[in-house]
């Protein structure tokens, strides 16, 4: 079982729309949990850091945080064409490092 | 503040040859990290160094080596070139906070002939 799973997609929305991407992981000791944002050709980008269970919200980006079911989750909401990119799931399991998904892509339809 | 830089942006070398990419930061960042990244295979971690004067292995460490060279700086050195090292490579820094939420440079877009 890999430690960080995301479905690879293409996850499709429609402009406007919530686009809503999920993340569970292995290690129950995990501590800090993070999304990276990477357009092609380029570096991932951290958009969004959460450390306790519940939502935290940073403009149209919320993440949700549920430690009993081992699941993060990140939702975009009014869905921009600009929005289409990779969305990386990173989970710190302790020792310093960070473990990241393969990865989700997203595509925002005009 | 430049963040994270890397050098070269790019590279294409003969199988054998040796290089050494550059990384340097300008957070003050304790940790610092050396990734390649495969298309389907996500960022897998080649060497990471938790502070200056230390580094350790990540999942893929063969055919590298990296020296911490001061704080600011972390470099990565392919000795002999093999065309199963052809990859974009990245390398991030982290404040060692109990968080380790990491900042990526550009990359290096590295092919092997």
């Known amino acids: 079982q890999k430690e960080v799973e995301q479905n690879s997609g293409p996850l499709s929305v429609p402009e406007g729309a919530i686009a809503s991407l999920n993340c569970t992981y292995s290690?129950?000791?995990?501590?800090?949990f993070f999304w990276y944002r990477q357009y092609s050709g380029k570096s991932p980008e951290l958009i969004m850091s959460?450390?306790?269970?519940g939502d935290k919200e940073d403009g149209r980006f919320t993440a949700q945080l549920n430690k009993a079911s081992q699941y993060v989750s990140l939702l975009i909401r009014d869905s921009q064409p600009s929005d289409s990119a990779t969305y990386l799931c990173?989970?710190?399991?302790?020792?310093?490092?960070?473990?990241f998904g393969t990865g989700t892509r997203l595509l925002v339809s005009p | 503040n430049a963040g994270v830089t890397q050098t070269p942006k790019f590279q294409v070398l003969k199988t054998g040859q040796s290089m050494t990419l550059q990384c340097a930061q300008d957070?003050?960042?304790?940790?610092m990290y050396w990734y390649r990244q495969d298309p389907g295979m996500g960022l897998r971690l080649i060497y990471y160094?938790?502070?200056?004067?230390?580094?350790d292995k990540g999942e893929v460490p063969n055919g590298y080596n990296v020296s911490r060279l001061n704080k600011r700086e972390f470099s990565l050195r392919l000795e002999s070139a093999a065309p199963s090292q052809t990859s974009v490579y990245f390398c991030?820094?982290?404040?060692?906070?109990?968080?380790?939420?990491?900042?990526f440079g550009p990359g290096t877009r590295l092919t092997v002939t």
């Open positions: 991030a820094s982290s404040a060692r906070d109990g968080y380790y939420e990491q900042y």
């Open positions: 290690d129950r000791g995990s501590q800090s």
């Open positions: 959460i450390y306790s269970n």
């Open positions: 990173a989970v710190n399991t302790g020792f310093q490092k960070l473990v």
């Open positions: 957070m003050n960042h304790n940790s």
């Open positions: 160094s938790a502070s200056e004067g230390t580094t």
